[in-house]
């Protein structure tokens, strides 16, 4: 057994049991109890990592918090609740069942796709804080939705949107059916009063279709005529009115023909390959969405006694001191109150690298706190700070899309008018040559042409393949970040925390100068509190007694601070004992040495797999370590990683990929940590881990949401397989509509079959588009062998 | 054919329940989540009076 029984993370070598943590052994020995053990056997993917540490939930039983997120139901309240950790449909399930049993919760549902746990609960039966104790029990962090009201719309607006589709397939159906009476009247026997009788009711059928169910497109036409711009809308739009007053014309004065049919037909069709298209994208955002918290929902705020205190930001004003621990996010701009921090403004200025603040200096919401903790007094909050300001450009900015999308948009468009002058061509043509097919071969050039299909190849294909990422576990976080993946050469990895696991196994501990070694482990261990270095983990199953204050973190060196008024350094020899450095973890005062760790750290388990799979795709491998030249060759060799190098600072593993892309190479960077965010955002496209640093997810592009590399090659494969796909449907809508615009011109399509060619062309290439969805082959990696341990003395 | 004025009504008024009933359907959440209830019918609750453990 290596991996954990629970969440299937591989197990560290020494480990008891079957479990990795404390955390998960009790989840599971919880779902043993409660009689759902079937969780085990019904899920696809294996569970969240269960965090031992409690968080504080009474933040949870505020009525501030309830007043604005919860909504009063007869018997209670009902709150949306989002969670980063529902992987597949027996999460839900598992929640569904868990909480349930909870007393006082009087409804509970979770639904997997989108993240959401609704919850409806009798608050003066069980306070809310101890139902979301178990949901936390479970592995899954709760986290505010956006409010009660927003959610409310959401689930609003996706039920109108199905049940206007519901009702035009249903009146879409029967109109045909109808239609399709008059069309097997083919000798012409049917007598006139029963003609306009099945008219009539065509009618009646297809009117809520066109008007009720095609209401998004007559509006968006409305908008996109307002704007003065010709789009996709307007031309469903003109098509359907076109087809259905027509043939309403035709049934009051009694002429030939009618073509109710191509009216619904177009509508439906259009409207599903739309809803498809919008709920591929809905998968991909739900994800995001779940894991999007640039802010903290709460804040530590500083009492008038110097307690500290969570409250919720809302309730954060201006004039309050604030705490803000290392690695967290400045809730509001203010004031510094310490002698110095160190701020990294990524998020507001662009700049990756610390600055430095003075006391008494500006500093930002958004901000992100290194090394040491600081104190804040807020002046500015909510939407007067500068993030948000920025937010609304980033907003606006966010919702362009991809260029290539935003090509094809103007294409469409250019073709949605040539094809209306095109349209009146041909009318203005056969009003001469025979006024009486005139009307019809007009209404079928125009909707056999509409560009439908080419207006949804980029966006159906984009959508697909970021829910095929979020299934891979990977989140796309910037735009062009599928684009650039498709076309990398050049892999670069960093070692800690990247190829070797985030949690290294402390070893043997030596001491000098007669002092204990549970008392050096103590002392490091206060000085590593907090610390968000992958080293710093080792030390996380050994509690300290003592606090350490000034502590401050030298970034690829170690860290410093004062114990008992004691200054300490822990890190490597050259920096805690003024000794040569040999890959050790060292204890000292700067010149003496105290104690000496010794680590040991395991390769995840599919990277040797991984970094095959990338050779096998052509990909150039590189890596880039900080650690010590020993350490880093032994792992390149290993995984037979030809250029490796040693004892790299950030900028020279920036200087790293500058030069590969000067060579017209495209880069992938894979890091976590601290010291790789300006090479993560040097390079082409990055990725790191959702378990690393915060900071390292400012700078990325794509966000691995596993505890496995084995995303990457599946994400690259999507990548590629994805701009196959957008070129494919590019091929056949420019191809579909050259071939049948001609055809039709010429008179030789009925609309109704121009309806159905038109909408199958769409179809088409939102299956095509959909085939992104299926799960690429598993990797050989699922059965990779045991992990392999590397030992550092 | 004066059938047809029968059957023609009475396929309005089925169209009609359908709609009437699929409206119902998504207005009681039948469609908000599409993959566990398919998990539900694999497994069963056992009565509450044989569950172990369970406060």
Known sequence: ?793 | MNILLMLIPVSLLLVLASIAAFVWAVRSDQFEDLDTPALDVLVGDRPAAERPGVD
């Open chain 1, 1 to 793: 057994m290596t991996d954990c029984k629970h969440c299937g993370e591989s197990l560290a070598a020494d480990a008891r049991g079957a479990f990795c943590c404390d955390g998960c052994a009790a989840a599971a020995e919880w779902i043993r109890s409660a009689d759902l053990a079937a969780y085990y056997d019904l899920r696809s993917q294996p569970a969240p990592r269960v965090q031992s540490q409690l968080q504080d939930l009474a933040i949870w039983d505020r009525t501030e918090l309830l007043a604005e997120h919860a909504h009063p139901i007869p018997g209670g309240r009902e709150i949306t609740l989002l969670s980063d950790g529902m992987r597949c449909a027996a999460c839900a399930w598992l929640i569904d069942r868990a909480l349930a049993r909870e007393p006082g919760v009087i409804e509970c549902s979770a639904n997997a796709v989108t993240g959401r746990i609704r919850l409806a609960w009798d608050p003066t039966h069980a306070p809310l804080s101890r139902i979301l104790g178990a949901l936390i029990r479970l592995g899954y962090r709760p986290f505010l939705a956006s409010g009660a009201t927003q959610e409310v719309e959401r689930r609003r607006t996706r039920q109108r949107t199905l049940i206007r589709l519901g009702v035009a397939a249903l009146g879409s159906m029967q109109a045909m059916m109808f239609a399709e009476a008059l069309y097997l009247d083919v000798n012409q026997t049917m007598d006139l009063a029963t003609r306009d009788f099945f008219r009539w009711i065509t009618l009646l059928v297809s009117t809520p279709v066109v008007f009720y169910a095609g209401w998004p497109f007559l509006l968006g036409a409305w908008t996109e005529l307002r704007a003065r711009r010709v789009g996709m809308d307007v031309l469903i739009a003109g098509s359907s009115l076109l087809a259905w007053g027509a043939s309403s014309i035709e049934t009051l004065r009694g002429g030939p023909h009618v073509w109710f049919d191509a009216a619904v037909m177009f509508v439906f069709l259009l409207l599903a390959a739309r809803m498809l298209e919008q709920r591929a994208r809905a998968i991909g955002h739900a994800r995001i969405d779940a894991l999007a918290r640039a802010r903290p929902a709460f804040v530590q705020r500083e009492g008038s006694d110097g307690s500290s205190q969570a409250i919720p930001l809302a309730e954060l004003q201006a004039g309050d001191v604030v705490r803000v621990a290392a690695g967290e996010v400045l809730p509001a701009d203010g004031c510094l109150l310490d002698t110095i921090a160190q701020l990294d403004e990524t998020l507001l200025t662009g700049e990756s690298r610390a600055v430095e603040r003075l006391s008494g200096a500006a500093v930002y919401a958004g901000s992100i706190c290194r090394n040491q903790p600081i104190r804040v007094r807020v002046d500015q909050i909510g939407s007067a700070t500068r993030l948000s300001q920025i937010a609304q450009l980033v907003e606006r900015a966010q919702s362009q899309r991809p260029p290539i999308a935003r090509l094809a948009d103007r294409v469409a468009s250019y073709f949605v008018a040539a094809l209306l002058l095109a349209g009146i061509v041909v009318a203005c043509v056969w009003s001469v040559i025979d006024p009486a097919r005139a009307l019809q071969i007009t209404l079928a050039t125009l909707v056999i042409s509409c560009p439908c299909a080419l207006a949804l190849a980029i966006p159906a294909a984009i959508s697909s393949a970021h829910s095929a990422l979020a299934q891979a576990g990977v989140l796309a976080l910037s735009e062009h970040a599928l684009e650039r993946l498709a076309q990398i050469t050049d892999v670069v990895f960093d070692k800690t925390g990247t190829l070797t696991e985030s949690r290294p196994v402390l070893g043997r501990v030596q001491t000098f100068g007669g002092i204990e070694s549970a008392k050096a482990l103590n002392i490091a261990s206060a000085l590593e509190q907090g610390g968000s270095h992958p080293l710093a983990q080792a030390f996380a199953g050994t509690p300290s007694t003592h606090a350490a204050s000034e502590r401050r973190l030298i970034a690829g060196v170690g860290v410093e601070g004062l114990i008992d008024g004691r200054y300490w350094r822990l890190g490597r020899a050259d920096f805690a004992t003024a000794g040569a450095d040999d890959g050790a973890l060292w204890l000292g005062n700067g010149k003496d040495a105290t104690a000496r760790f010794e680590w040991s750290e395991s390769l995840r388990r599919d990277c040797a797999t991984t970094i095959a799979a990338l050779r096998a795709r052509g990909l150039a491998i590189h890596l880039a370590s900080g650690d010590a030249p020993a350490r880093v060759a032994s792992v390149a060799q290993r995984l037979g990683i030809k250029t490796s190098r040693a004892r790299q600072s950030a900028e020279d593993k920036l200087a790293l990929v500058r030069g590969l892309q000067s060579q017209g190479r495209v880069v992938l960077m894979v890091g976590d940590g601290i010291n790789d965010a300006p090479v993560l955002a040097g390079a082409d496209v990055s990725v790191s881990f959702a378990e690393g640093a915060a900071l390292a997810h400012r700078a990325s592009d794509l966000l691995l949401t596993g505890a496995s590399l084995n995303g990457l090659d599946a994400a690259i494969n999507i990548a590629r397989r994805t701009r196959r796909v957008i070129r494919q449907n590019l091929g056949w809508a420019i191809a579909y509509n050259l071939t049948a615009l001609p055809l039709a011109a010429c008179g030789l399509v009925e609309p109704w079959l121009a309806a159905l060619g038109m909408a199958g062309s769409s179809l088409l290439v939102t299956l095509n588009s959909l085939r992104l969805l299926r799960q690429p082959q598993r990797s050989a990696a699922d059965e990779a062998p045991a992990p392999l341990v590397l030992e550092h003395t």
